[in-house]
T-cell receptor, first 114, second 113 residues
């Protein structure tokens, strides 16, 4: 069955520290992979996506993610976290077709200490 | 460029009632998807509409139905509301030729009492 696992429900980091959010997927076909961020009272915003090519993808707000097919992972990273990064982060996967049905992880809640 | 807008933002219904949620897609987008996000969960795919036709459906009962209009706006209707229908309902639009990227509205928060 297709699934996305985000092992960390909640993470707390200090401002300025580095961040890595984990995402593992189970998908039979070639996956399209996404990271979205959801702030309180806001909709979901796309941080970055991977379809093919270079396995290290750059996104908005200084985020990057690396696709590792051998580990079925797509971890999100940021070298220096800002207080405004506190939010809920979701990893999602879809097939390479056009129906845009995304399968989502449960999310990781990020808190940032000053 | 106007983004995805949803209405109402919040509403309260009682069990057994019916609800209609509305979504205006982003300019130039002809595909609309609906997701249900329960508290503390990731979004769950309800269905997608493309050019006024349902084009994919998740594991939701028939009392969840939808429409897409010629201007690509969309409605989500839920009949015979149950307590478990309480959730944030998210609408997302995408351009037909886009490869999987969805643009989300801020959602409609439904509470069923």
């Amino acid at each position: 069955a297709q699934s996305v696992t985000q092992p960390d429900i909640h993470i707390t980091v200090s401002e300025g520290a580095s961040l890595e959010l984990r995402c593992n997927y189970s998908y039979g076909a070639t996956p399209y992979l996404f990271w979205y961020v959801q702030s309180p009272g806001q909709g979901l915003q796309l941080l970055l996506k991977y379809f093919s090519g270079d396995t290290l993808v750059q996104g908005i707000k200084g985020f990057e993610a690396e696709f590792k097919r051998s580990q079925s992972s797509f971890n999100l990273r940021k070298p220096s976290v800002h207080w405004s990064d506190a939010a809920e982060y979701f990893c999602a996967v879809s097939n390479a077709g056009n129906n845009r049905k995304l399968i989502w992880g449960l999310g990781t809640s990020l808190a940032v200490n000053p | 460029e106007t983004g995805v807008t949803q209405s109402p933002t919040h509403l309260i219904k009682t069990r057994g009632q019916q609800v209609t949620l509305r979504c205006s897609s982003q300019s130039g987008h002809n595909t609309v998807s609906w997701y249900q996000q329960a508290l503390g969960q990731g979004p769950q795919f309800i269905f997608q509409y493309y050019r006024e036709e349902e084009n994919g459906r998740g594991n939701f009962p028939p009392r969840f139905s939808g429409l897409q209009f010629p201007n690509y706006s969309s409605e989500l209707n839920v009949n015979a509301l149950e307590l478990d229908d309480s959730a944030l309902y998210l609408c997302a639009s995408s351009p037909a030729q886009g490869a999987g990227e969805l643009f989300f509205g801020e959602g409609s928060r439904l509470t069923v009492l």
